[in-house]
Structure formats: structure tokens, C-alpha cells
């Protein structure tokens, strides 16, 4: 069975290209639309790996890493469209890494990741 992972984006088309592209590599995709849909979906099942949109409605994606932190430790990757300074200081104190910053930055992953997903 192939990695699960969740992927949280209030942009319907984003989430239809990302589930068909990580469906392409084997794995199950789980698709939430808002912060509050993608905690009921964590809560619900222990994934892989979150994919999760900093703007999303009701909560934003930082709201819901801190909330996932208090119940869970699965990886977490924050996309966002905007820059990596319009976040300086409003992460700082979230529970995400600067690998993750620097996967969004450059639209990479690094091997670590690519590993992480495939074992």
C-alpha cells in the first residue's frame, strides 16, 4: 500500500493537479478544502505527509499545524504563493523546519524528502 498523505488547499484546481500527480506515484491522496475540513481529516487518520495551504478559510494553515501539533508529529509541508518575507516571524514560533521554507522557495524537494515519502 503506498504512503497517505493530505493535501489541504482551498484551490480546487491546485488540489485536482497535486492528487493526480502524487496518485501517479502510488500514493493515497486525501483532499480537504478549509482548516477546519483538514482537522477533521488529521484527527482522523495518521498520515505521511500534510500538504497544507497557508490562506485557507475558517482556520489559516499555520492554525491548523499548531492544532495537528497537539494531537500528532506527521510531517507537514506549508505551501504558500506568497514570499518567504511576507511569513518572517509569523512561523517562528509554528511547527514547521526551513527545509520545508526552502522546498516552497525553490519548488524542490530535497532528497531527504523524496526518501521520507518513498520508505
Known sequence: MGKRILVVDDEK???KGIRFSLEQEGMEVD??????????????????????DVML????????????RE????????????SEEHFR?????QSHHEADV???????????????LKD
Open 13 to 15: 484546481l491546485i488540489v
Open 31 to 52: 483532499c480537504a478544502y478549509d482548516g477546519e475540513e483538514a482537522l477533521e481529516y488529521a484527527k482522523a487518520c495518521e498520515y505521511d505527509l500534510v500538504l497544507l
Open 57 to 68: 478559510p475558517k482556520l489559516d494553515g499555520f492554525q491548523v499545524c499548531q492544532q495537528i
Open 71 to 82: 494531537f500528532s508529529d506527521m510531517p507537514v509541508v506549508m505551501l504558500t504563493a506568497k
Open 89 to 93: 516571524g509569523e512561523g517562528e514560533d
Open 102 to 116: 526552502e522546498t516552497e522557495r525553490t519548488g524542490r524537494r530535497t532528497g531527504a524528502d523524496q526518501r521520507k
